[in-house]
């Protein structure tokens, strides 16, 4: 079964660092998200990208924040400058069409930033 | 606006007992899709169903089972004969369809512990 596929697993960084989350969405899916979780909180959604650009945003994704697909196939998250409350995982989504529910996630990267 | 409510935080029961977790939510949406994901420890979220707001048919999947009363928006989630392996965080999700692109709301979710 196709899957989205998220690296690295796990990052560590120091805080005002610059951090790339990569994803691969599966190949056919046109929809791509972020969604956040802070450990032991709820999911949150980040961002949701179509078309080369970004559709839709939370309150959460400022200007710190970007997303970009740069290749094709790769949807990354950039994080400019690294706070400790980013330290969470980040889930990356994919999906055909924005009325198609069928949502795949990938399973995630924990970021700490230290 | 929406909003997804899953009141109880923590729930531990024995193994085999039946536990059902709760879901209330809130969208002034007429169309709209509801969702229930598992979080083992390992982290990453396992989807277990999907629902739309036109079908209040009660699902059944082996030990797992759905209650949508959209009188009361509600989506319960029932697992029967609950196993140890069950121990996870279960969310509930929904998805409104109007003028958004399908971004999901969570619950804060239910930390189930089934101990043997």
């Known amino acids: ?114 | 606006a929406q909003k997804v409510t899953q009141a109880q935080t923590e729930i531990s029961v024995v193994e085999k007992e039946d536990v059902t977790l709760d879901c209330v939510y809130e969208t002034r949406d007429t169309t709209y899709y509801l969702f229930w994901y598992k979080q083992p420890p390992s982290g990453e979220l396992v989807f277990l169903i999907r629902r739309n707001s036109f079908d209040e048919q009660n699902e059944i999947s082996g030990r797992y089972s759905w209650n949508f009363q959209k009188s009361t928006s509600s989506f319960n989630f029932t697992i029967t004969a609950s196993q140890v392996v069950d121990s996870a965080v279960y969310f509930c999700a929904l998805s409104e369809v109007g003028g958004s692109q399908g971004n999901l709301i969570f619950g804060k979710g239910t930390k189930l512990s089934v101990k043997p």
């Not at chain 1, 795949?104 to 930033?113: D, E, K, N, P």
Request: aromatic share 14%; net charge negative.
């Open chain 1, 1 to 114: 079964e196709p899957e989205v596929t998220q690296t690295p697993s796990h990052q560590v960084t120091q805080m005002g660092q610059e951090v790339i989350l990569r994803c691969v969405p599966i190949s056919n899916h046109l929809y791509f998200y972020w969604y956040r979780q802070i450990l032991g909180q709820k999911v949150e959604f980040l961002v949701s990208f179509y078309n080369n650009e970004i559709s839709e945003k939370s309150e959460i994704f400022d200007d710190q924040f970007s997303v970009e697909r740069p290749d094709g196939s790769n949807f990354t998250l950039k994080i400019r400058s690294t706070k400790l409350e980013d330290s969470a995982m980040y889930f990356c989504a994919s999906k055909t069409a924005a009325q198609n529910y069928g949502y795949t996630f990938g399973s995630g990267t924990r970021l700490t930033v230290v």
